[in-house]
């Protein structure tokens, strides 16, 4: 058996599948790491990546379009994060209440929604956009077929990261986003519009996150089911934390839970005798236990999840 | 021309005036002070020009023009740059970064190396020294109160308001920093400084404007008056400076630490070291220091609310090891804390019950676990009565804590907790905020408790208090007893370069 799990080929198709098991949640830790930097904390994710994936679906079976979908899925994050923006921002409310609750409000409302279109019966599968191999790159041996034989939602991703990255490192604007979210008493008395800041990284979040959840759809199994985001959302958390707020430790964190995953279900196709009920746990408790790694680390934003009400210290 | 103009300005809060009719001229090359109690209105002014409060009524002219900005982005535009009395540093940011934070001349991509050669050339030019690579939260407050100015003159502000801008430092600090502003007037820099310190007034200041509930009370030349007039503008009233100190303290030790140091916790930044202390039967030991210095972690350590790591804590020869914050109370210790709304009182229950916190268990208010609501109620009246708390509205005791004055706050706790089981009372800044009047009773209060034989622990950021009140005064540095002087030996001069870290023997 140990000889199947390390030949090449075995490690090949691993890396593969850790890497499209990731994407998704890159999504949605790429919306949520922006969010968090100016102090929204968006427990919510799951609701909006819900949302991306069921209006994608909608999107592309209605027009038969892939990108009509994707664009779908997009506004359907959207609207969901503006509702946590408004519950936040504009209402001050608790922000992990809000989240929790649109978890709950989505999940019912996707499936309802997807009742309505279905009519009960089951759906087709849709088509699902196809694999784009960069050449040169994608024969790199191991990590080619991996990382460089990919759809282009996740060459997006890779270019995302990097200007994230170079965003909140080299430009004024970046600088001002995360002023925002450590002390936006502090921004504010620099001519920084708290509020308005905060606006725009929902609205990121939500088509960042919308993507997330249409990434399932429209490239990974080309149909909705009932909660099918099924705690991706929360994984997305999880990789902010760990990932320490940076979108390459984000993007490492997703991998290393994507791998965890990865590894499980080839572990339980090639007959390992371990319950797959307990094989099922290992990326949820390898997440876990990279947490307890990282504790005491803060590199949490200091104003995360604290309501700003102007002129209030 | 003047810098700044203000006319006629109100404002009130919920049907309460925080200003009334207050005018103000700023003219360049002016260090103009504001005067006034706690509450008298000042930092409500200075945010009116700030741009974060709107004034109800009045007119504020910047440069001859009506100007009224709406917000600091707009003030700051203009040329009006303010340090708060709570900083607005980010704590995970560079000082670099602070100081370039969403600044108007920057570019897309942010140029680190010009800015960082701009802000050295005027940090040599002011005499403001401090790393510009350095994370905020590793600098001391001192350094950070230059990285604020540094962020008001590098936006090319021609006003710069000051909000206390003292209570921070050590004297010899203070005395660096008035060379600065000492600089900037000479280059035309009008400034507003906000202090209820008359020295510092009589030090620094060209004009001053005295508020007093809000109202303007009196405009002075800061070269024509003397402290006593200023203050008697700033109370109304003359004010007492005799405390009625009886007899020296007994040999007896009440209160005695050995080597004692807080269990240390990963997240705090302070930690007491080696600390050794005693306290005598009536005696009031002042603990001075800049805040921030250990004074919360040794109150702390005291009363039980944090682990003590090494050492021991004697009360009346009684080891206070392993005794949690209810048996040293029992035991003896009172606590008057430095934060009184979220450490002494619950704000939202009323003063009956907030009377009662430390005793409701106890005969006569509670038997077998059945609270007796009337032996309560009749403590509270008592207590009131004797103590004076005063509650406005018809509730009486069953009045809500948070709708109380802070005085009258800060009597309820001392009447808790100032009881006859007391050995020992921790009183850390207890005049904190509070008016002249109260200030004065807590006083009282605490020589009171001296004068009957007990130990206080004074501990207080206000120089002038700790010597006027202690029998001995022992300095905090960086949680470390730096020095112990005797009321004899003590002099501002040298307590506050103990205050910076500078021991005795390299004092002399």
Redesign the interface.
């Known amino acids: 058996m140990l000889q199947q799990i390390f030949s090449l080929s075995f490690m090949t198709a691993f890396l593969a599948a850790a890497v499209r098991l990731a994407v998704p949640l890159m999504y949605g830790g790429i919306g949520e790491t922006i969010a968090e930097k100016s102090g929204i904390l968006n427990i919510g994710m799951e609701g909006v990546m819900l949302s991306g994936a069921f209006f994608s679906f909608a999107g592309a079976w209605y027009s038969g379009n892939l990108f009509a979908g994707l664009l779908c899925g997009m506004l359907g994050g959207l609207v969901v994060s503006l509702l946590h923006g408004l519950l936040s921002i504009t209402l001050i409310q608790n922000q992990s209440v809000s989240g929790l609750a649109i978890n709950m409000l989505m999940l019912g409302v996707t499936s309802f929604l997807f009742k309505l279109m279905s009519n009960g019966q089951g759906y087709q599968q849709i088509e699902t956009f196809p694999n784009l191999a960069i050449p040169g790159l994608s024969r790199i041996p191991l990590i080619g077929d991996a990382f460089f034989n990919c759809d282009f939602l996740t060459y997006t991703l890779y270019v995302l990261l990097i200007l994230t990255w170079i965003f909140y490192k080299k430009t004024n604007l970046g600088l001002s986003f995360a002023a925002v979210g450590e002390h936006p008493q502090a921004a504010e008395s620099a001519g920084i519009q708290v509020k308005k800041y905060r606006w725009i990284v929902m609205v990121l979040n939500g088509l960042l996150g919308g993507i997330g959840g249409a990434y399932l759809v429209l490239v990974q199994l080309g149909v909705f089911t009932e909660n099918m985001i099924s705690g991706r959302g929360y994984i997305a958390l999880a990789t902010v934390i760990l990932g320490r707020y940076s979108p390459f430790g984000m993007f490492g964190a997703a991998l290393l839970f994507g791998a965890a995953n990865a590894l499980q279900i080839r572990l339980q196709t090639i007959g390992v005798s371990i319950s797959p009920f307990l094989l099922a746990i290992l990326p949820y408790a390898l997440t876990l236990i990279a947490m307890l790694g990282a504790a005491g680390k803060n590199s949490e934003p200091e104003a995360l999840s604290k309501p700003y009400i102007k002129g209030a210290r | 021309m003047s810098l700044l103009q203000m006319k006629h300005i109100c404002k009130s809060f919920s049907g309460v005036y925080a200003n009334k009719d207050i005018n103000l001229t700023v003219e360049k090359g002016e260090i103009h002070a504001l005067l006034g109690e706690n509450g008298a209105g000042k930092t409500t002014l200075v945010n009116i020009i700030?741009g974060?409060?709107t004034a109800d009524s009045g007119e504020i002219l910047w440069k001859d023009k009506p100007a009224d900005f709406a917000?600091?982005?707009e003030a700051?535009?203009a040329g009006v740059g303010?340090v708060?009395q709570?900083?607005?540093?980010?704590?995970?940011?560079t000082v670099l970064?602070?100081i370039?934070?969403?600044?108007k001349g920057?570019?897309?991509?942010?140029d680190r190396a010009d800015a960082r050669k701009k802000l050295t050339d005027l940090a040599g030019k002011y005499g403001l020294y401090v790393n510009p690579d350095a994370m905020i939260s590793d600098l001391s407050v001192g350094e950070q109160q230059r990285v604020e100015i540094l962020k008001a003159l590098y936006r090319n502000v021609e006003l710069l308001i000051l909000d206390e801008p003292t209570g921070v430092l050590t004297p010899q600090e203070t005395t660096q920093f008035f060379d600065v502003l000492r600089n900037l007037k000479k280059e035309g820099y009008g400034i507003i400084i906000i202090t209820h310190r008359m020295s510092e007034i009589m030090a620094i200041s060209d004009k001053v404007t005295i508020l007093r509930d809000g109202k303007q009370v009196a405009d002075l030349v800061t070269a024509d008056t003397n402290p006593e007039e200023l203050s008697a503008y700033m109370i109304g009233r003359e004010l007492s400076d005799d405390y009625h100190i009886e007899g020296s303290p007994k040999k007896e030790v009440m209160l005695e630490l050995k080597n004692v140091s807080n269990h240390h916790r990963?997240?705090s930044r302070h930690k007491l070291e080696n600390i050794s202390l005693t306290i005598h039967k009536g005696e009031i030991l002042g603990i001075a220091g800049v805040e921030g210095n250990g004074q919360k972690e040794l109150a702390e350590v005291i009363t039980g609310i944090q682990k003590t790591g090494e050492g021991e804590i004697l009360l009346d020869g009684q080891n206070l090891a392993g005794i949690n914050i209810r048996g040293r109370y029992e035991a003896g210790v009172s606590y008057i804390s430095e934060d009184r709304q979220s450490d002494s009182l619950i704000t939202g229950m009323n003063i009956t019950e907030n009377l009662v916190l430390r005793e409701y268990r106890k005969l006569p208010f509670a038997r077998h676990s059945i609270v007796n609501k009337a032996a309560i109620r009749k403590n509270a009246a008592e207590k009131m009565e004797q103590y004076q708390v005063r509650a406005s509205g018809k509730s009486g005791i069953d009045t809500p804590v948070k709708l109380l004055s802070g005085g009258n706050q800060q009597k309820l706790i001392i009447a808790r907790e100032l009881n006859d089981n007391a050995k020992v009372i921790v009183a850390s800044q207890p005049t904190r905020g509070l008016d002249i009047g109260a200030t004065e009773f807590v006083r009282q209060q605490l020589i009171g408790q001296r004068n009957a034989g007990k130990g206080v622990m004074l501990i207080s950021a206000d120089l002038e208090e700790i010597m006027a009140l202690s029998d001995r005064i022992a300095v905090l540095f960086g949680g470390k007893i730096v020095g112990v002087l005797t009321r004899e030996e003590a002099t501002v001069q040298k307590i506050g370069l103990l205050m910076g870290g500078i021991s005795e023997e390299e004092a002399r």
């Open positions: 700030f974060l409060y917000s600091p982005r700051i535009e303010m708060q709570h900083f607005s540093l980010v704590n995970k940011m970064d602070n370039i934070l969403n600044l920057n570019s897309f991509f942010l990963r997240h």
